[in-house]
């Protein structure tokens, strides 16, 4: 065909009028289109895609108009349409319609099967490389081997874990839906954030174990993968590493070397040692939620240097003990040097075995908090953040040093990044409260006190929490009371732990019955804020003074003094301990010993050591002047403390008798009144 042929049959055929109709409707179409689709909160993409299936219209539209045309008997191909008789207007007019038509009918099906996606749940939001391992059940006869199911699920989460193109929800989180006799995958994938989940059974039976494992797709809650692995014992670390890199390999991760180095590497060659090292890892994990928070320490000690005994190349085994002789420097249960050296020997060990290893700087980052070297600290963190890329007590302890050293808005984003790999962590939680108790913003305090009571309805020191938060805010004393009350007629057996709260809640309410029975339940434990601990000793002569029995309160502030004494002489650059004995001989009214011991007590806890204790230091050295009667002095701490993040509050200045001396000093008065909520009225 000649060009001039070739141009005639284009004109002849329409589609000329085809190519022009077809721009101006699909114009108008764009047009509309960018109205409606932000209207109806379309994705960024949908205008992309229309635009897109619109271009690809235009050429489908030229081929129907050259290959076909409508004539009175129907749509035919264009040869046979010429022995017909010549159409009139309107049958041309009907082609424009019918291929236009045609045309975008084409499109807006493409539209429809390439970009509409299949019913989901609201997982389908979450990052599609995002993981939950939930606790393995334990299938074995002898139930005494739960503790292994949770091990080989845990080094399942763990090697999963090292993968720093993957998301995995922390231990803490998951371990909440262990013994749960229903599990609705989707509806735990939502509460964790993740797009799927692991769950698997492990049955130990002598010297064999089989572990099976599926992975579930929580976003159309379908099985991805599927597999058992029946073996001899001593393979249970190789199943684990091999059942990581499925999963890895199933949700597409990108695993560098490194990474797949250290999911093939064994904890231990000795089974015996990991079984003691899952029980201590237990006896640790358990450590704040019980009562005795050293005897858990101590268990987890022993068993881990029994491990160590068994296999003196066990790595794991040495970063768990320096974290639980750290931790018990830390918490003041055991703040000698003898404590100190023992977590550092452990550390040295780790560091020799892999100097490289994530898990061992995080634990040197621990043990230089515990000594206040916060700095050392932030450098070893991200040391371990390298190769702990979802481990959310890298993120958890980072804002920790943030907020020792005062970086509040940094502590709180640290925080929350670690709630994003651990949402269901109770602890985390309580350290985001606390911030916000220090930094006095009742409100955000008050929320995340609902959020942990959402999480746990019937939690206990959650609503003690709730009840001290009204003490603090509002100096309103009657919740707290309510929930005492009603816990104590519900189990009698708990007025000893409840014990350091009724002499604050008796304290501040000024009854001593009140006071004298809870005192009496304390028995040989202690009271009092973070690292200021009271004895029962003490609390008797604060009892004594502001019922204003002096010799009562000598007698009690003597004894308190000789055990005191004791503790100050064993740790003499300890702050909270020589604050607590300054306050004791400012009750005995040894003013210039309890000057200096106060004084010193600030010193050995300066802001930039310790913006928490530092605060509730000074505050106790306000007490300690207006005791002695130096109120000029108490009322310049007590505002210095009060310019910073701390515990000192509107509640306690308002009832605490501790402050009793200060009371109609018009400088201390206003101070309480600026702290007043705005719907408090006196």
């Known amino acids: 065909m000649n060009p001039r042929n070739f141009f005639t049959e284009l004109k002849r055929r329409n589609v000329y009028k085809i190519a022009i109709g077809y721009g101006v409707v699909a114009w108008l179409l764009l047009q509309a289109a960018s109205i409606l689709f932000p209207t109806f909160e379309a994705p960024p993409w949908t205008m992309k895609v229309f635009v897109a299936v619109t271009a690809l219209g235009f050429p489908i539209a030229l081929i129907i108009a050259w290959a076909f045309e409508l004539t009175p008997e129907g749509l035919k191909r264009t040869e046979l349409a010429d022995e017909l008789p010549k159409k009139s207007s309107r049958n041309r007019a009907w082609i424009y319609v019918v291929v236009i038509a045609g045309a975008i009918s084409i499109g807006l099906f493409l539209l429809g099967r390439f970009t509409a996606a299949p019913k989901q749940s609201a997982s389908a939001d979450f990052p599609a490389k995002s993981i939950a391992v939930l606790p393995f059940e334990n299938f074995s006869q002898d139930k005494a081997f739960a503790f292994f199911a949770d091990g080989v699920q845990d080094e399942i989460l763990t090697d999963l874990a090292k993968i720093a193109d993957l998301k995995v929800i922390s231990r803490t989180s998951v371990m909440q839906y262990k013994n749960t006799s229903s599990r609705n995958l989707p509806e735990i994938a939502q509460a964790l954030k993740v797009a799927h989940v692991l769950e698997g059974s492990v049955q130990r039976s002598a010297n064999r174990v089989r572990v099976s494992a599926q992975l579930i797709d929580a976003r159309n809650d379908t099985h991805v993968w599927a597999d058992k692995y029946d073996r001899d014992l001593a393979d249970v670390f190789a199943i684990q590493s091999e059942i990581a890199q499925k999963i890895a390999d199933q949700l597409q991760a990108k695993i560098s070397p490194r990474e797949r180095s250290a999911i093939e590497k064994q904890p231990t060659k000795d089974l015996a040692a990991y079984d003691l090292y899952v029980r201590a890892t237990d006896a640790i994990d358990a450590a704040p939620t019980t009562q005795n928070i050293k005897e858990n320490f101590l268990e987890a000690i022993t068993l881990l240097e029994q491990a160590i005994a068994r296999d003196p190349?066990?790595?794991?085994?040495?970063?768990?003990?320096?974290?639980?002789?750290?931790?018990?420097?830390?918490?003041?249960?055991?703040?000698?040097?003898?404590?100190?050296?023992?977590?550092?020997?452990?550390?040295?060990?780790?560091?020799?075995?892999?100097?490289?290893?994530?898990?061992?700087?995080?634990?040197?980052?621990?043990?230089?908090?515990?000594?206040?070297?916060?700095?050392?600290?932030?450098?070893?963190?991200?040391?371990?953040?390298?190769?702990?890329?979802?481990?959310?007590?890298?993120?958890?302890?980072?804002?920790?040093?943030?907020?020792?050293?005062?970086?509040?808005?940094?502590?709180?984003?640290?925080?929350?990044?670690?709630?994003?790999?651990?949402?269901?962590?109770?602890?985390?939680?309580?350290?985001?409260?606390?911030?916000?108790?220090?930094?006095?913003?009742?409100?955000?305090?008050?929320?995340?006190?609902?959020?942990?009571?959402?999480?746990?309805?019937?939690?206990?020191?959650?609503?003690?929490?709730?009840?001290?938060?009204?003490?603090?805010?509002?100096?309103?004393?009657?919740?707290l009371h309510e929930v005492i009350e009603s816990s104590m007629q519900q189990d009698p057996a708990s007025g000893k732990r409840l014990a350091p709260l009724r002499i604050f809640l008796a304290s501040a309410e000024r009854d001593a019955g009140a006071a004298e029975r809870a005192l009496a339940d304390l028995g040989d434990d202690t009271y009092g804020p973070d690292a200021i601990q009271f004895s029962r000793a003490f609390g008797e002569g604060q009892l004594a003074r502001w019922k204003g029995d002096a010799a009562a309160a000598h007698a009690s502030f003597t004894t308190a003094r000789v055990a005191q004494q004791r503790i100050v002489d064993a740790q003499p650059d300890y702050g909270p301990a020589l604050c607590v004995l300054g306050l004791i001989d400012a009750g005995l009214g040894r003013q210039e010993d309890a000057l200096r011991e106060g004084r010193r007590a600030v010193e050995l806890t300066p802001l930039s050591k310790d913006s928490i204790n530092g605060p509730i230091i000074m505050g106790f050295f306000a007490v300690i002047c207006a005791w002695v009667g130096e109120k000029d002095l108490a009322i310049e701490q007590l505002t210095r403390a009060l310019q910073l993040p701390g515990r000192l509050n509107y509640g306690g200045l308002r009832l605490s008798p501790s402050w009793d001396p200060l009371r109609g000093d018009p400088r201390f008065e206003a101070i309480v009144a600026s702290l007043a909520p705005k719907e408090v009225h006196d």
């Open 313 to 479: 190349a066990f790595f794991n085994a040495y970063c768990k003990l320096a974290q639980a002789h750290a931790q018990l420097y830390l918490f003041g249960e055991d703040h000698t040097r003898a404590r100190l050296v023992s977590a550092e020997q452990a550390i040295n060990a780790a560091l020799r075995l892999q100097p490289d290893a994530g898990e061992a700087h995080w634990a040197q980052a621990g043990l230089l908090y515990s000594k206040l070297d916060y700095d050392g600290a932030r450098a070893e963190i991200e040391i371990a953040r390298r190769s702990l890329p979802n481990d959310a007590r890298v993120f958890e302890l980072s804002g920790y040093i943030d907020r020792r050293q005062g970086r509040w808005p940094e502590s709180a984003r640290n925080l929350e990044r670690a709630l994003e790999v651990d949402p269901n962590n109770v602890s985390i939680l309580w350290q985001i409260a606390l911030s916000y108790e220090s930094l006095r913003d009742y409100a955000k305090d008050a929320a995340v006190l609902d959020r942990i009571l959402a999480l746990k309805p019937n939690d206990l020191d959650a609503r003690l929490a709730r009840g001290q938060l009204e003490v603090a805010w509002r100096a309103d004393t009657r919740p």
